[in-house]
């Protein structure tokens, strides 16, 4: 009888993490079908789904196309860590979380030379709100992610990228830091440092992200997960 009433329980707590997992912070994008795109979108769900290492696993492959596999990957990493974000949200306040920082060591500002043309400090899940919609516009925008084929990447292409990463590790970042009991609260740890290792092995292998803005997370994190 204990033994039923703890695989009880144990089944309740996944059911509550799928649930969690579910409910994106924001709308999941997905790929147009019969796309090269979404062909890529799928030969890298199968590669995860093998369980090859991750490091052979953000390699990209010999007959594709590196641009494509980025964006692919872009897009990827962008769903997940809704999907990460969405697991803490409601303990992400303005009041909990005043600025969007790691600690006291760092406080990241936003600045997107539009709306907030100087670096602005803003709460947590504001600076949340303006990321993924820059990031949204960044991937829909035809004349930096060409959609047709034939159409060449942009000279903008690969910093417009390295913007996106490095923003999308501060998400990490804060997440980690202020909301790590959550995580564990609700069973989510082992699934959020799956993705943060794909994310790093990722950025790192194609340099995408300056091994100094990874500072936050080198020291206690990577001797634990990587």
């Not at 969690?20 to 062909?39: S, V, W």
């Not at 596999?69 to 769903?79: E, K, L, R, T």
């Not at 920082?101 to 100087?118: A, C, I, L, P, T």
């Amino acid at each position: 009888m204990i033994r039923s009433a703890g695989s009880q329980r144990n089944r309740q707590q996944h059911k509550e993490l799928d649930a969690r997992l579910a409910r994106t912070f924001r709308p999941k994008k997905n790929f147009t079908p019969d796309t090269i795109r979404f062909h890529l979108h799928k030969k890298a769900e199968a590669t995860l789904s093998a369980g090859i290492d991750l490091k052979e696993a953000v390699k990209c492959p010999e007959d594709e196309e590196l641009n494509d596999w980025i964006a692919v990957h872009v897009v990827d990493f962008y769903n997940r860590i809704n999907l990460i974000y969405g697991t803490i949200c409601d303990r992400c306040t303005e009041q909990s979380c005043p600025t969007m920082s790691g600690g006291k060591k760092f406080e990241y500002h936003w600045r997107d030379n539009v709306r907030y043309k100087k670096p602005t400090p803003l709460p947590a899940p504001k600076y949340m709100d303006v990321l993924m919609d820059w990031i949204d516009a960044q991937i829909n925008d035809p004349a930096i992610f060409p959609t047709d084929v034939g159409v060449p990447f942009p000279k903008c292409y690969i910093p417009t990228v390295k913007k996106i990463f490095g923003r999308l590790f501060r998400v990490f970042v804060h997440v980690y830091i202020h909301h790590f009991d959550r995580l564990h609260e609700i069973g989510a740890e082992a699934h959020v440092n799956t993705c943060y290792k794909h994310f790093y092995y990722f950025v790192t292998y194609f340099h995408l992200i300056d091994q100094k803005e990874l500072e936050p997370l080198v020291c206690e994190l990577h001797l634990t997960i990587l």
